[in-house]
């Protein structure tokens, strides 16, 4: 397991969705228990160090909300409240909070959304429907993986998935029935999978895309979506799994190289 900020690797991936029947087919959607939305893993403390150095020294990279965003972020962080205190492996006293790695956060101690990526082991995107789509309204985005939430703040779901080159007008239309049809009691989930040359979660740029030769990590991502019943908004979260493909067995390394080689567009 990695212990700097650079290369924090899990031992093993929690699913691999080039394999898995219920992620195959795009979008892949599948129902989410709520017990097993706010994931942790062994790599929780590592991640939790990164994040928190993010937000203090890339702040205008990771996080951005508009004013219309105000009431989804904290209607947000109090579902993440409310999550968080079945947990034993938090600590509430008063507004102070102190997360599974020893850290104490106030709850009042900044925007919601920040507070809400600095308890929890996943980024955080809301989207509130305007004019028949879903926008991008806010966001803590410490793991990105090839974007920036600044190219795609305001944006519909359309726009944000131009990059894709899967993401035609029938996917678009498939992705925002889904949207549509989420409801404050049926989160759902999906996942997704990279290949990466280098280790760091921290991957705003477009990179050039890495090969057989030159991959050596596997990105898996744990995106969940999920309704507030308030504000209405959509939260879209990613929890990010990431191996050195040395760790992993010949026969699943193989058949994550063919299918990754079969897929001629980058996954957002």
Known sequence: ??????????????????????TLRLPGVNPLAWSDWLLQDETFAQQMAYRDTLIINERAAVFMADQIATNASQELLDLILRQLKKSQKYSFQRTQITRPDGINIDVHSDHPLIVAGRLVQQ?????????????????????????????????????????????????GKRVQRIFDGIK???????????????????????????????????????????????????????????????TVADTDRESFLKAWESTQHYVD
């Open 184 to 246: 404050p009691d049926n989160p759902v989930w999906r996942a997704n999978y990279l290949l990466y040359a280098t280790s760091n979660l921290f991957q705003p740029n477009r990179e050039k895309r890495a090969t057989r030769d030159t991959g050596k990590f596997i990105r898996v991502e744990r995106q969940s979506l999920i309704k507030l019943p308030k504000s209405d908004a959509v939260v879209f979260g990613i929890h990010t799994n990431l191996v050195s493909m040395s």
């Open 123 to 171: 980024d955080l995107c809301i989207l509130q429907k305007a004019d028949g789509e879903h926008v991008l309204t806010g966001g803590i985005l410490c793991f990105p993986s090839n974007w920036r939430l600044g190219e795609k703040i305001g944006h519909p779901l359309s726009t944000i998935h131009n990059p894709v080159a899967s993401y035609d007008a029938t996917m």
């Open 1 to 22: 397991m990695g212990s700097t900020h650079n290369t924090i690797l899990q031992d093993t991936l929690f699913i691999k969705p080039w394999q898995d029947r219920s």
